[in-house]
């Protein structure tokens, strides 16, 4: 699946919690403000994303390391996923959320293309 970057909120980016929510263009105003909006513009309705995927953001590369539960019928529905960029922590994790490695955010910006590969 493939989809690009329509807006960045003015809160989405937190370099202390290393997280990234990302929402479909119909997400409300206020998940607006601490999300990445995203448009899909090829998608995959068998598309279920798993640990040893890879997501690409522009020219960055990530690594999944964890897929929580309902994680995949909520992107394929709402666009909707939170990314997690620290490394998985089986006793203190959020459960529906991917976690990413390298631990670290990928620059992002609006007309970046995210790129949601099957391993």
Known sequence: MISEITHIGKDAISTEENILILFGEDASTSIKDVSVLQAFKK??????????????FGNQEYDVE???????????????????????????????????SPYKLPEVQTGM???YLSN
């Open 113 to 115: 293309e995210i790129k």
């Open 43 to 56: 998608t995959d309705r068998d598309f279920e994303l798993q640990k040893k995927d890879k997501l690409v």
């Open 66 to 100: 964890y897929v929580g539960e309902n994680v995949s019928a909520n992107l394929r529905a709402l666009g909707h996923v939170t990314l997690v960029f620290k490394e998985f922590d089986h006793e203190n994790y959020i459960e529906t959320s991917v976690y990413l």
